[in-house]
């Protein structure tokens, strides 16, 4: 739990509210089962009253449908399994806990810490971890799922504390979420809505952007997103968390000197993972892992390579840890390894309980199509009160922001929002790429803490298992918050500087429309 014995602030104050709320909340499972009645009994009430909306992505009319009724019912009967089975995060993070932990179970990690990030500097670290976060965003979900646990073994290496670290690392992987230093799936996917939006505006074929338009800008945003969530971890976060303190049931590793078994089994393993990483290279240069253009170049956007990047993983980090488990004798037989993996699932049960009622929550939010009216309705009043110049641009995002809370999906968001705003801005002279940059800037930062993402309740649950069974998610939520809204406003800020300094948001690509498009 948090520190209480220095002096308190009003934010303090604030975060400790804020904490005490969220803390009323149900365990994850029951509280989506009530979210599951309220959209449902909400749904019905909209329904018959007739509420609809223009999707302007396919000038379509999209009607709230109501779940109380036949059809409803049929829906749910004959989609029950399917809204779990295929619910993203539950095979994502079996796949991913079943990889990492036999890294764990072989005791690769601890070595590799005592050997590599010992003596990493406290102060540094927060900034490290969420450069590596937002960086990671490049294999998008899975830095959400990989990069929080591993965080925190890495705070405990520095003396600080582990829940502090997965806060630090899942707020880089999820409100630095659009920031990269190098074009990501985000990039290929967002592109493709604007140029389908300006196909149907400007005719086909006429005016498209690439998916370079927002490099320049989120490459620098990368940095900006590290610095910030990093500094408000050591003046805000770690104040509130102060020195942990494990419970007598908690398994905290311990940083030790290397033996020179260990120090044999990671060199092992370092050129197992070398031989590996060079047959994906060739893999990707020579074989199937690379997307094949028609001019028969290779691209990495939209490549097997990318598409594939969990399983790849997963056999990376295998291969880390069997070489290593084998070559120290953590790993004897088959038994034993069997013995690692049954062990790192047995505290799994809870995460899958989750996992079945998030998912028929999720099912249902779409299909009753609550959540496209409600976007659809939030742009609409942007674009009709009036509002100009600098102050729109951040009506825009702070609208985007409010409404990612309500529908975490970047891609369903942007198809509903991107035939609103980006002719309407362009209108007033903006480039299309700018205004996808500004949808960007607003839907990241509260990806940290909205209550909708599967994956705050994933980070929830792993600090639970590893580091302190009585969490609960209002520690988590309270510890988000100021990083997202920091992060909000400094992003925010950012951009007007870099408008002042008109340099381009992407190769080619300005803040203003190039004369003769319109």
């Known amino acids: 739990m948090p520190n209480t014995t220095k002096k308190r602030t009003w934010l303090d104050a604030f975060l400790d509210g804020l904490e005490k709320v969220c803390n009323k909340l149900p365990v ?87 050997d590599k990030l010992r003596n990493i500097s406290p102060r540094l670290l927060p900034y490290i971890v969420a450069f590596v976060g937002v960086c990671g965003n490049i294999a998008s979900d899975t830095a959400m799922v990989v990069i929080p646990p591993i965080a925190a073994i890495l705070y405990i290496a520095a003396g ?34 604007t140029n389908t939006v300006l196909d149907g505006f400007l005719g086909e074929g006429v005016y498209h952007v690439d998916v370079t338009c927002n490099w320049f800008f989120m490459f620098a945003s990368t940095f900006l997103c590290a610095a910030v969530i990093g500094a408000v971890c050591n003046l805000i976060v770690d104040k509130r968390f102060g020195e942990y303190v494990p419970g007598e049931d908690v398994e905290v ?14 060199k092992k393993a370092g050129i197992a993972v070398l031989i590996y990483l060079i047959l ?29 990047l969990i399983p790849i993983l997963f056999f990376f980090f ?12 953590k790993f004897k ?61 951040v009506g825009i995002i702070l609208m985007t922001g409010f409404i990612n809370l309500l ?63 009585e969490l609960e998610i209002g520690t988590l939520a309270a510890g988000l918050f100021p990083i997202a809204i920091v992060l909000q406003i400094a992003w925010i800020i950012f951009l007007a500087i870099y408008m002042a300094t008109g340099l381009p948001i992407g190769p080619g690509v300005g803040f203003h429309l190039p004369a003769g498009i319109l």
Request: with cysteine.
């Open 160 to 193: 600080k504390h582990p829940v502090v670290g997965m806060i630090n690392g899942y707020a880089g992987a999820q409100a630095g979420f659009s920031a990269n230093l190098m074009i990501a799936g985000t990039d290929s996917l967002l592109q493709g809505i």
């Open 407 to 469: 529908v975490p999906s970047g891609s369903a968001k942007w198809a509903i929002l991107a035939p609103i705003f980006v002719p309407m801005l362009m209108l007033l002279g903006y480039h299309p790429g700018f205004i996808q940059l500004l949808y960007r800037l607003g839907d990241s930062p509260t990806n940290a803490f909205t209550p909708l993402s599967s994956y705050i309740w994933v980070t929830l649950a792993v600090a639970q298992q590893k580091y302190d069974k």
């Open 253 to 266: 590793p311990q940083l030790e000197d290397v033996t020179p078994e260990e120090k044999k089994g990671l």
């Open 318 to 329: 295998v291969t880390a840890g069997l070489t290593y488990g084998i070559s120290t004798g």
């Open 280 to 308: 994906v290279i060739i893999g990707y240069f020579f074989g199937p892992l690379a997307k094949i253009n028609e001019d028969g170049s290779r691209a990495f956007v939209g490549s097997p390579l990318l598409s594939g």
């Open 28 to 114: 994850p499972a029951i509280m989506f089962i009530y979210l599951f009645g309220v959209i449902a009994v909400i749904s019905c009430i909209l329904s018959l009253m007739g509420v609809s909306a223009v999707n302007p992505a396919t000038n379509e009319l999209v009607a709230v449908q109501n779940p109380i009724s036949s059809e409803g019912l049929l829906w749910l009967i004959g989609n029950l399994v399917k809204n779990f089975t295929g619910f993203a995060p539950l095979g994502l993070v079996i796949t991913m806990t079943l990889a990492i932990g036999m890294c764990e179970e072989s005791g690769l990690i601890v070595a590799l810490l005592n």
């Open 333 to 393: 037989n088959s038994k034993d390894v069997n013995k690692a993996m049954v062990h790192q699932m047995t505290n799994m049960g809870s995460y899958v309980v989750f996992c079945f009622f998030c998912g028929q929550f999720n099912a249902l939010f779409n299909w009753t199509k609550l959540g496209t009216v409600i976007a659809i309705g939030g742009a609409d009043f942007l674009a009709g009160i009036g509002l100009t110049g600098f102050g729109l641009l």
